[in-house]
C-alpha cells in the first residue's frame, strides 16, 4: 500500500487539509475527511449519480474521482447550496413539489441541477429530463423532481 | 360562534421531513461514526452451492490492520434467524444462520468476516480470504423436481393451499375453461441508500446499542436480545434517516447479527455498509413465481371457479419472511371478483440464489398479474369485451362486507368496503376511455404497434393487531408524539403529525414526531403492510384526543366555564361563546399538571384490530412498441385508488407514482438473471436496470375516498402499495393490445429481447 499524500480541499469555499492515500475516492474524502456527509454513495460505480458533486462548477460523480485529483479545484456539495437558514430556490423547488421521498438522492440530483443551470439556464424541458435521467432515485417516480426542476429553472429565468 | 379552526388531515401540507433532508443534515446509516470503530466486510461464497472444505484467514489477518477474522466457528453460539410473520411450522431446519457452517447455498453468502481499522483495509483482507470447496449441482430452478436440502429434507419446505367452495364440481358444468402457464421475473425493492448498520456496546450502561435499524425495530430487538442471550432493556436499536425500504430493507439480517456479536466481543464499536454488488446479491430478492392457473366460466363469462397451482423460487434459504409472499399470492389472488369456488396451491421451493423476502405489494404484484391475465384470457376466448367481462364478475357495493373464507397473515379476509363498479365508471370517465381507444385505432391503422390496458385489483394495508402511541405536551406547549412506528422515507413525521394536529387543535407544523427508537417506546410494530397511517396513526388519534379532554378538563376548572363550551384552537383552550375571553394556553396547562401523578399534560394509547382493511384500484396503461428495437414505451399511465380517506393527498399521490414506477421496473427492465452454474449476472446498476426519468410516463392518480374504512374512525385505509400492485397486469394487457395478439405476454418483464421473440411470432 503507498503513503498518504498531504493536500487541501476546497469545499463549498473553506479549506480541508487532508491526507489521503492515492486510491481514496473523492466521495470518501468528502465524507470521512472532511465530514460533510450530505453526499452520499449509492453505487461506487458511476451510475447512480447520489455522489454528485460540483468541481470548477461541473457536475462530477465522487465516486469515480480520487481525492487528489481534486486538489485545487473549487469543489460544491448540498451543504453549500443554501444561505444560513434560506434554502435555494432549486431547495425550495423540491419541498414545494414534494421532489424528494427518503431523501437519499436529493443531494446527487441537487448538485446535478444547480450545475446545469448555472451553465445553460435556458435549457429546454426534454434535454432536461435527459439530464435528470444520469441520475437514480428509486422512491418519487421522477415525476416530481421533473416538476421542481422545471419550476425552479423557469423562477430562476424571470429573476 | 366558534373561531374557524385550522384542519390538516386531508390537506397536502408540505413534509417536516425534508428540510434536513435537502440541507446535506440528513442522517443516514453511514453518516454514523463513533470513535475507534472497525470496519467489517464480508466474505462472500463465490459458489451458487459447494461443499466448505476450509477456510483460509492466514493471509489476510498477516495484513496491517486486520483486528479479527470470524468464521462459522466463531458465531456457532447464535441460533439460525426467525421467521417473524407464519404460522406454518416445521420450517426451522431451513432458516439461514449468521455464516454459513459447512455448505454454501448461494453466490454472496456469507462465510467469514472481517474487522478492521479501515474500510479499504477491511475489503483488502477479505480478498485474501480463501475458500476451499467442493461444488456441487445447483438447483436453479422452482419447477424441477425437489432435490435433497439435507438428510431427509426436500428443498420444498411448504406447500400453502388455501381455498374454497366445490373447484371440480365447477369444472365439471363449465361452458368454457381457460389456463394459462405465467410466470414473474426476479426482482426487488432495490433502494438508493444500501444497507448499513452501526453496533456499539456501551460497557457502562451495558447496553448494546444497534444504529441503522429500520422496518420493525422492536421486533429485531428481542430477536437480537434473544440470539446473543441478553436481557431485552439491554439492547436498543436507532433508526436514523433510512434511504429507502420497499419491503427488504430492515429485516433481520446474517450481518445484523455480526455487526452486534462483534461490538460485544471485540469491545469496539463495529460498522459495516453494504455495497452495491453486495446488496444485489445479499439483500432479499423476490416475486419470482411460476403459475399454472384455469378458470371455469358460464357462457356470460360469470367466472365459476379459480385454479391456481404455483411455484415461488424462494432461493437458498427461509428468511424472516418463510413462506408469507407465497401465502399472501393465493390468498389475494381473487381480488375484485364474485369467485365462488378457488382453489390455490403454492409450492415454496428452494433454489441456489439469493433469498428472497416480500417487496411493495408482495403477493399482490403477482397475482394481480395472474388474475387479470385470466380475465383477459376469458374475455378473448368468449369474445366480450373486456370491461365488460370485469363488470359481471365485480362483487358489488352492496355485497360489502364481503367475506372472503380466506385467511392469511393470521387474519381472515372480509373486504371491508368498496364501490367497484363505482371507481371502474369513474376512471372510464376520467379517461375518456372510448376517445382513447379511437385515437388509438387510428394509430395502429397508421401502421404503429401502440395498445391500452385496463386492469382491476385490491390492496390490503392496516395490518393489526395494535399500536401504540403516546403523546405529551411540555410546559412550553411543545407537542411530541412517540409512536412504535418506523419510517422508510414515506413521510410518517407529516402524516402522523397532522393526525395528531387535529385531534389535539394545534399546529402540525410544530409537532416533533418519535419513530423507530426503541428506548422510547416498550411496543412498536414498525413499517410494513402499509400499515402505519392506519394503526400508528389512529393510535395517535385517540392519544391526541386523550389529551385534549384532559386539557379541556383541566381548563374549565381553571376558566371557570362549562368543559362543552371549551375547545381547543392552535394550542390555547377557548370559549367557543366567547372567543375573544379569556383563554389558556396547552404549556399553561402542562405547567399546572406538571406535579400531578399521571405526569403532565400527556396520554398513551392502543388502537387494536383483528382486520386488515382494503383499498382498491384501477390501473391503465398506454404503450408503444418500437418493432426494430422491441423497447416498449410507456406513454402515460393512471393509477384509480380508493383508500377511503387520504390524510395528505400530495403524499398518497407521491407514493403511488413512486409505486407505478417500481412496478414498470419489474415488469420491463428489472431482473436478477444467473448463468446455468448459478452465477448471478446482474450485480451492478450497469446489468441490473433501474427506470430513470426517460422511461417515466406521466403518471395520472386519481384518489378517490367513496369508501371510507368502517374499521377506524377516520376511514383510512393504507396508500403504500397500491402503486406497484397492477403494474405488470395492466403493461402485459396493453402490450396485447398494441400488438393485437390478446394473450402474448405470459412472462415478466417484458425486455427488449423478450419482445423481439413475441414480435417474431407474430410475424410468423
Ligand atoms: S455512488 Fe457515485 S454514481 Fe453511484
Ligand atoms: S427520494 Fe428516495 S431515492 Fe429519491
Known sequence: MSGKHDLVLSVNGRDYAVQVEPRRTLVDAIREDCGLTGTHIGCEHGVCGACTVLVDGAPVRS?????????????????????????????????????????????????????????????????????????????????????????AAQELRTK | MAQPKQKFVGRSVLRLEDRPLLTGAGRFAADISFPGQLHMRVVRSAHAH???????????????????????????????????????????????????????????????????????????????????????????????????????????PAVVRKGFGDVDAAFRKAHTVVELDLTVGRHSGVPMETRGLIARHDRTRDVLELYGA???????????????????????????????????????????????????????????????????????????????????????????????????????????????????????????????????????????????????????FESTFVRERLVDAIATRL????????????????????????????????????????LLDKTMAHLDWPALQRRLAQRRAADELVGAGLVMFVEKTGLGPRDLARVSVDGDGAVEVVTGAASVGQGVETVI????????????????????????????????????????????????????????????ELLQAPPDLLDVVDGRVVRTDAPEGPSISLGEIART?????????????????????????????VVAIDRGTGAVTVECYLVAYDIGKAVNPMLVEGQLVGGVLQGLGGSLYEEFRYDERGEPLCVTFADYLLPTAREAPPVDVLISEDAPSPLNPLGLKGAGEGGASAVGAAVAAAIDAALGMPGAVTALPVTPRKMREILRQETL
Open chain 1, 63 to 151: 465516486c469515480l474521482m480520487f481525492a487528489v485529483q481534486a486538489a485545487g479545484k473549487a469543489i460544491r456539495t448540498v451543504e453549500g447550496l443554501a444561505t444560513g437558514d434560506e434554502l435555494s430556490v432549486l431547495q425550495r423547488a423540491f419541498m414545494e413539489h414534494h421532489g424528494l421521498q427518503c431523501g437519499f438522492c436529493t443531494p446527487g440530483f441537487l448538485m446535478l441541477v444547480t450545475g446545469v443551470l448555472e451553465r445553460e439556464p435556458d435549457i429546454g424541458d426534454e434535454e432536461l429530463i435527459d439530464v435528470l435521467a444520469s441520475n437514480l432515485c428509486r422512491c418519487t417516480g421522477y415525476q416530481n423532481i421533473i416538476k421542481a426542476v422545471r419550476a
Open chain 2, 50 to 156: 459447494a461443499r466448505i472444505l476450509a477456510v483460509h484467514t492466514a493471509d489476510a489477518a498477516a495484513l496491517p490492520g486486520v483486528h479479527a477474522i470470524w468464521t462459522a466457528a466463531d458465531v456457532a453460539h447464535i441460533p439460525p434467524i426467525d421467521f417473524r410473520l407464519t404460522k406454518l411450522v416445521g420450517l426451522e431446519p431451513y432458516r439461514q444462520r449468521a455464516l454459513a457452517t459447512d455448505r454454501l447455498r448461494y453466490v454472496g453468502e456469507p462465510v467469514a468476516a472481517v474487522f478492521a481499522e479501515s474500510a479499504y483495509v477491511a475489503e483488502d483482507a477479505a480478498e485474501l480470504v480463501q475458500v476451499e470447496v467442493e461444488e456441487l449441482a445447483p438447483v436453479l430452478d422452482a419447477l424441477q423436481e425437489p432435490q435433497a436440502f439435507a438428510d431427509g429434507l426436500r428443498s420444498e
Open chain 2, 214 to 364: 429500520a422496518k420493525v425495530p422492536h421486533w429485531n430487538r428481542a430477536q437480537i436480545a434473544r440470539m446473543l442471550g441478553r436481557a431485552l432493556e439491554s439492547v436498543q436499536l436507532y433508526e436514523g434517516h433510512v434511504g429507502g425500504g420497499f419491503g427488504v430493507r430492515g429485516e433481520l439480517y446474517p450481518e445484523d447479527l455480526l455487526v452486534c456479536a462483534a461490538a460485544l466481543k471485540l469491545a469496539r464499536p463495529v460498522k459495516w455498509i453494504e455495497d452495491r454488488r453486495e446488496h444485489l446479491l445479499a439483500t432479499n430478492h423476490s416475486r419470482q413465481q411460476s403459475h399454472r392457473v384455469r378458470a371455469a366460466v358460464d357462457a356470460d363469462g360469470r367466472i365459476l371457479a379459480i385454479d391456481d397451482e404455483f411455484f415461488t423460487d424462494q432461493g437458498a434459504y427461509l428468511r424472516t419472511h418463510a413462506a408469507t409472499v407465497t401465502d399472501l399470492t393465493a390468498a389475494m389472488l381473487p381480488g375484485p371478483y364474485r369467485v365462488p369456488a378457488y382453489r390455490a396451491v403454492g409450492h415454496v421451493r428452494l433454489t441456489n440464489k439469493t433469498p428472497c423476502g416480500t417487496y411493495r405489494a408482495p403477493g399482490r
Open chain 2, 383 to 422: 369474445d366480450i369485451d373486456p370491461i365488460e367481462l370485469r363488470r359481471r364478475n365485480l362483487i358489488t357495493a352492496a355485497e360489502m362486507p364481503y367475506l372472503r373464507t380466506l385467511g392469511t397473515l393470521g387474519t381472515e379476509i372480509e373486504l371491508d368496503s368498496g364501490d367497484y363498479a363505482g
Open chain 2, 497 to 556: 403529525a397532522q393526525i395528531c394536529a387535529d385531534a389535539l387543535g394545534v399546529d402540525y407544523a410544530g409537532i416533533r414526531v418519535v419513530h423507530g427508537q426503541t428506548d422510547r417506546i416498550a411496543f412498536g410494530m414498525g413499517a410494513f403492510a402499509s400499515r402505519v397511517t392506519v394503526m400508528t396513526g389512529e393510535a395517535t388519534r385517540i392519544a391526541a384526543a386523550k389529551v385534549r379532554a384532559r386539557a379541556v378538563e383541566v381548563a374549565a
Open chain 2, 593 to 621: 399538571l406538571a406535579a400531578s401523578p399521571d405526569g403532565g399534560l400527556c396520554a398513551e394509547s392502543w388502537f387494536q384490530t383483528d382486520h386488515m382493511n382494503y383499498p382498491y384500484g384501477v390501473h391503465a396503461a
